[in-house]
Nanobody, 125 residues
Framework: QVQLAESGGGLVHPGASLRLSCAASGGTLSSYTVAWFRQVPGKEREFVAAIRASGGTTHYTNSVKGRFSVSRDRASSAVHLQMSNLQPEDAAVYYC??????????????????WGPGTQVTVSS
C-alpha cells in the first residue's frame, strides 16, 4: 500500500515562493502520474498540476501557469511543486495524489488512487 506525505507548506507573504514535496512510502511514485490538488474551506478540491509517469509531461490549471512548476526527483522519486509569486488566492490545503489517469482525465480526482493528508499554504501580508 502506497502512502503519500506532503511537506513544505507554510505561511508566506504575497509574491513569495514555496516548494512543496510529495514523498511515498511502501512504494515508488515513478510509475504513477502524480498530481497536486488544493482545497479551501467551503469549496471543492481543485486540480492544480500534474506530471505524468510516461514521458514526464506536465499539466497545469490556467491560474498557475507560468508561476508553478511540477517536477520529479529521479533519485528519490519524490515529486515537487515549485510555487512562485504566490497570491492570497493560492492559499489552500495542498494535496498530492498518485494514479494512472488517461490524459483526458488527468484533472479528475477519482482517477487517483493514493492521497496524502495535505499541507497548508497560507499567503498573507
Amino acid at each position: 500500500q502506497v502512502q503519500l506525505a506532503e511537506s513544505g507548506g507554510g505561511l508566506v507573504h504575497p509574491g513569495a515562493s514555496l516548494r512543496l514535496s510529495c514523498a511515498a512510502s511502501g512504494g515508488t511514485l515513478s510509475s504513477y502520474t502524480v498530481a497536486w490538488f488544493r482545497q479551501v474551506p467551503g469549496k471543492e478540491r481543485e486540480f492544480v498540476a500534474a506530471i505524468r509517469a510516461s514521458g514526464g509531461t506536465t499539466h497545469y490549471t490556467n491560474s498557475v501557469k507560468g508561476r508553478f512548476s511540477v517536477s520529479r526527483d529521479r533519485a528519490s522519486s519524490a515529486v515537487h511543486l515549485q510555487m512562485s509569486n504566490l497570491q492570497p488566492e493560492d492559499a489552500a490545503v495542498y494535496y498530492c495524489a498518485a494514479g494512472r489517469p488517461i490524459l483526458s482525465a488527468i484533472s479528475t480526482e477519482r482517477m487517483y488512487y493514493y492521497w496524502g493528508p495535505g499541507t497548508q499554504v497560507t499567503v498573507s501580508s
